[in-house]
């Protein structure tokens, strides 16, 4: 008999690995489609006004142009069927610079590429709202309730007792996610029906969101997605891309692809918006806070409104008796912005963090021990227990693995030949939430062997949900993992949650266990047996001769999970390099320690830490978007203006996961790392470099001539 | 992009004809960077002459006459075969520096070296044909000078433009004194010294470079030098690697003991072409080679500049630059930075 296998928690390799190093593993623009036609967009030279004009007599006389679709001739769509950013091509009012403004079909890309230069357009400008510095002054009450000013005690009051205090303002960039893989759709309708082949993190959502869009029902409309390459956010709610792909589609009768370019990516799929973050800490001489206050403003876009939750670590990280968490936003002519990698908690790390080490220095307290002398005993925002909380742990072991001790406590005073060399420390956390999911388990006896198959419309981000669901069927049903088949990305299977938020693997895993549960307990039942040890479905199979046999799952977080307040955290090391002459930085070293429940799998974990401390050090070092306040354009507009992080940016990297048994935010006692990777990472690189120069950088990316 | 025609040849009057006969057409060699500017429209040819099949790939030492002890390094080589040739390598470490500081390695593999001195700005107002620019569409104006320009010019621009010339490669050419031969139609060749190859842009941005229409870089040559054991190229840019300079300085000293007898500097991402810093070069001149006196070179050079809004820190940064690259290469060509 089949022993269990125990394979979560073990570091197996991808079981898609192959199908990706081989170029087997299909994408959106994968799907082959007979007569397929081939989409492009164009968009709007200005950021606000109306089209008065738009010329297309040289564009459908162009060779090989099926079809040019404005707001003139687009079908009545629903602007209200939750896509994100509008661009809909429903009437002629422009929002912001690059709007989407119309679609070029033809029978080549190239051929729809050229034609849509052929496009004319004439605009009635209206004043732009987009200088961000000049608009801030003039930020009001955002309308979401969630984020209304958060009082506790008086900061303001005991700023003013307090000793020592920091009150400093720190600014960030606005950022793309800039996944590998475009946003891309290939539409394909079979009569009522579309099936939409599109990256999607959250299967479901894209599939209400595009039906509801195009006037259907959820039913008609199919989401395959099976492989994602990246998101980050810009993924999990859908943009008008994938449903002007199902309108371009219907319109010539024909499937129709339409991938964005890497230009277009800038101004069609949400961003990282920019924030002021004012930090005010007040404390004790021997180093306890005793004010706290976040006071974040931003932007949003004109029609909607996004606003990345800035404040929220700064509810949870300190005790602190008085606390002040606020926005205040604008509206600017500009996309909506939207969730990017950590949403709120990454950029407001930076800013709380880069405030301790401000404050930890001016308290003459090693920052790391500053930190432990203000952890909280409960959630400060709720008063709810911790379900666990690592963060003393992570820090201490961080320590000891990157030698901490070897920190020169005074900046500048560490130099080797032309290098400056700075330590510096951060913290960071993120929610632990299960939602809802459902998981299908199929099983197939063929004289002694026993196949599954699971299915569950999970998506995967490219950080190993196949995988991970895989061993957790493995696991739970007594079969080795190359006799299982996981099926997900498709919105016929078993609805599911996304792979957002850090949930995914919580929610995704936990159907799966919960379905290998359910489908032993019934095997057992049909055996009418008693078993002194409880045998596996597969053993059962085989037992009881059966043939095939399946089940379904619906799992839910536990009821008591809302009882207590369920986190994972990290602490970030950092060792900087900084050339005297030039004020290039190197990240030579970065540990990232994280408490995040039960890791599935240290081998993909570690690949979605690192993943996210690196886009961390490009936040620290490199990324950012301007904007031209004379038009509202991007002046980045390319690789070569947005700086992501190259290899030779990136020293040594080590992920360490500090063990957690914590059954309370779910069954499994996952919590998530998707997110968690990115938080605190750039204020670890910023305190490192004011570590090694002496120069304390508030305003993000530090590029070398800040450093002068 | 556009519809254009395709032709290729392996014979370069063949292909200096073609392109002399249509005023439209362009050569393709690497495509790195033509190509991406076709596709975002904003080089327009009806007509590519391919000439990656020219025989013009070799690298040599030239032995005779008034130029023995140079190298000839073939137009269509590509950049990476003439970063690590052993001849360049061993007297032209200077040139292979510069050549891998530049782009990535997938780009240097399929670059050319006449390629890469044909590279154009990478201002990001002139890859975007909804903004006005002079250099892409002469009197529309220049979007850069009142718009984002941090990465643009701070010597040698005028109210037309004040692009960056973007190559590396090309700033240690400069500082060699290296010399563009050309062929024209009926085979005539025509030699252009490195610094009056490239042209600032004055009233005419068009132009990045005084080659005509018609044509063809065969080769480049470098000069015998005595620099080679002295020499450093130091970039400053937003990131390690792949990333346009902010400010680059190439630089040979040739030395008798501590005193320098001459200093040759070159700059890269300040102007609209390599920038020969003149000014430093006279002062190090017969000067003790100490951090001191390139530190007063660096600054008198960087006296001169005239920045623009966004990036009044090259005038800081390119004094630094140019005392961190003679310090280098004061210290020998293989000193770590």
Redesign the interface.
């Given at each position: 008999m089949e022993e269990k296998n125990n394979l979560i928690g073990k570091a197996v390799n991808r079981i898609d690995g192959v199908l990706k190093i081989t170029g087997k593993a299909t994408y959106a623009t994968d799907y082959p489609a007979k007569d397929m036609a081939y989409a492009v967009l164009f968009k709007s030279t200005i950021a606000s006004g109306t089209i008065t004009d738009i010329d297309t007599t040289k564009t459908q006389e162009s060779q090989g142009v099926l079809a040019v679709i404005t707001h003139k001739n687009a079908p009545r769509l629903n602007v209200k069927g939750g896509l994100r950013g509008g661009a809909l091509l429903q009437g002629p009012e422009v929002y912001f610079y690059g709007q989407h403004i119309g679609i070029v079909v033809a029978e080549t890309f190239e051929q729809a590429t050229h034609a849509a230069h052929l496009i004319k357009v004439e605009y009635h400008k209206k004043e732009e709202k987009i200088d961000f510095e000049k608009l801030a002054p003039s930020a009001g009450m955002p309308q979401g309730k969630e984020l209304a000013d958060l009082f506790r005690g008086d900061a303001k009051a005991s700023l003013e007792e307090a000793a020592v205090k920091i009150v400093e303002t720190y600014e960030t960039p606005i950022e793309h996610h800039h996944p590998m893989e475009p946003h891309s759709t290939v539409a394909v309708w079979e009569g009522e029906n579309v099936i939409l082949y599109n990256g999607s993190q959250i299967i479901n959502g894209a599939q209400a969101s595009a039906a509801a869009t195009l006037n259907l029902k959820p039913e008609q409309v199919r989401i395959i997605s099976p492989f994602i390459g990246g998101g980050f956010g810009s993924k999990g709610g859908q943009w008008a891309n994938l449903v002007l792909t199902a309108v371009a589609a219907k319109m010539v009768s024909r499937p129709v692809k339409l991938a964005l370019t890497r230009q277009q990516m800038f101004n069609s799929v949400g961003l990282r918006q920019r924030n002021k973050q004012k930090i005010s800490l007040g404390a004790t001489k021997d180093g306890k806070l005793i004010s706290l206050a976040h006071e974040t403003t931003t932007h949003t876009a004109i029609d909607g409104e996004y606003i990345e939750p800035c404040g929220d670590c700064s509810k949870i990280m300190y005790e602190t008796p008085n606390s002040l968490i606020s926005y205040r936003v604008v509206p600017m002519n500009i996309i909506l912005p939207t969730y990017t990698r950590g949403p709120g908690k990454s950029t407001g790390s930076f800013a709380l963090e880069s405030a301790m080490d401000e404050l930890a220095y001016k308290l003459d307290i090693d920052p790391i021990e500053f930190r432990l002398k203000n952890q909280p005993e409960r959630d400060p925002s709720n008063g709810k227990p911790w379900s666990s909380r690592k963060v003393i742990d992570c820090l201490r072991e961080g320590a000891k693995a990157f030698g901490w001790e070897k920190r020169n406590a005074t900046p500048g005073k560490n130099r080797i030949g032309n290098n400056l060399i700075g330590y510096g420390v951060a913290c960071g956390s993120y929610p632990a939430r299960q939602r809802d999911s459902s998981a299908v388990i199929k099983l197939t006896r063929n004289g002694n062997l026993v196949t599954a198959t699971v299915e569950i419309a999970a998506s995967d981000l490219g950080t190993g949900t196949n995988t991970i669901l895989a061993q957790t069927a493995a696991d739970g049903l007594g079969i080795s993992m190359e006799h299982i088949t996981v099926k997900i990305g498709d919105s016929n299977l078993p609805p599911a949650a996304g792979s957002v938020g850090s949930v995914g693997a919580a929610s995704f895993a936990n159907a799966v266990n919960d379905a290998c549960t359910k489908i032993t307990d019934e095997l057992l039942v049909k055996s009418n047996k008693k078993f002194f040890v409880r045998p596996t479905a597969s053993q059962l199979m085989i037992s009881e001769h059966i043939n095939s046999f399946d089940t379904r799952a619906d799992a839910k977080a536990p009821m008591e999970a809302e009882q207590y307040s369920a986190h994972s955290f990290n602490a970030n090391f950092a060792e900087v390099h900084v050339n005297i002459h030039t004020g290039m930085i190197k990240v030579t070293r970065f540990l990232a320690v994280t408490g995040a429940g039960k890791i599935l799998n240290p081998k993909t974990a570690r690949s979605q830490i690192i993943g996210g401390n690196i886009w961390g050090i490009g936040m620290a070092l490199s990324e950012e978007s301007i904007i031209d306040p004379r038009w509202g354009n991007f002046a980045t507009r390319s690789f070569g203006d947005y700086h992501v992080p190259t290899n030779f940016d990136i020293g040594k990297l080590d992920a360490m996961f500090i063990k957690e048994d914590d059954k309370i935010p779910n069954k499994m006692g996952i919590k998530g790392i998707g997110e968690v990777g990115i938080v605190g990472v750039a204020a670890a690189v910023a305190n490192a470099v004011f570590n090694a120069t002496g120069k304390r950088v508030r305003s993000l990316p530090i590029t070398p001539d800040k450093l002068l | 992009?556009?519809?254009f025609k395709f032709t290729n040849t392996k014979n370069s009057s063949a292909a200096i004809n073609l392109l002399d006969r249509n005023p439209n057409a362009s050569f393709l060699a690497g495509g790195t960077n033509l190509l991406d500017l076709m596709?975002?429209?904003v080089e327009r040819p009806d007509e590519l002459i391919d000439i990656t099949r020219l025989d013009l790939t070799s690298i040599s030492s030239i032995t005779r006459g008034k130029n023995a002890g140079g190298v000839l390094i073939g137009g269509l080589g590509k950049n990476t075969n003439a970063a690590n040739h052993q001849l360049i390598r061993k007297d032209f470490p200077l040139l292979t520096k510069a050549i891998l500081a530049g782009a990535?390695a997938q780009i240097r593999n399929m670059a050319t070296n006449g390629g890469n001195l044909m590279q154009r700005t990478?201002c990001?107002?002139f890859?975007?044909?909804?903004?006005p620019c002079n250099k892409r569409s002469p009197g529309s104006g220049c979007?850069a000078m009142?718009?984002?320009n941090?990465m643009h010019a701070v010597f040698g621009w005028s109210n037309e433009c004040v692009a960056v010339y973007p190559s590396d490669m090309a700033v240690a050419l400069s500082a060699m004194n290296a010399n563009i031969n050309v062929m024209q139609k009926e085979g005539q060749i025509r030699s252009i010294a490195i610094n009056d190859f490239h042209r600032l842009p004055g009233n005419h941005p068009e132009k990045d470079n005084t080659l005509n229409h018609g044509e063809l870089i065969t080769s480049i040559e470098l000069p015998k030098n005595n620099f080679a054991a002295h020499s450093a190229y130091?970039k400053?840019?937003?990131?390690?690697?792949?990333?346009?300079a902010?400010v680059s300085v190439a630089t040979g000293l040739v030395l008798d003991g501590n005193k320098i007898v001459s200093a040759h500097i070159a700059m890269g991402g300040v102007a609209h072409k390599p920038w020969r810093a003149s000014i430093a070069e006279a002062l190090l001149r017969g000067k003790a080679a100490t951090l001191a006196n390139f530190r007063l070179a660096a600054e008198a050079e960087m006296s001169h500049a005239k920045p623009l809004f966004h990036n009044k820190?090259k005038v800081?940064?390119g004094a630094?630059?140019i005392?961190?690259a003679l310090q280098l290469a004061s210290k020998g060509t293989d000193a770590?930075?």
């Open positions: - | 992009m556009r519809p596709k975002e429209d990535s990478r990001s107002y890859y975007d044909t909804a903004m979007s009142e718009g984002f941090r130091v400053v840019r937003d990131r390690n690697s792949y990333a346009f902010l820190f800081g940064l630094n630059t005392t961190a770590v930075a």
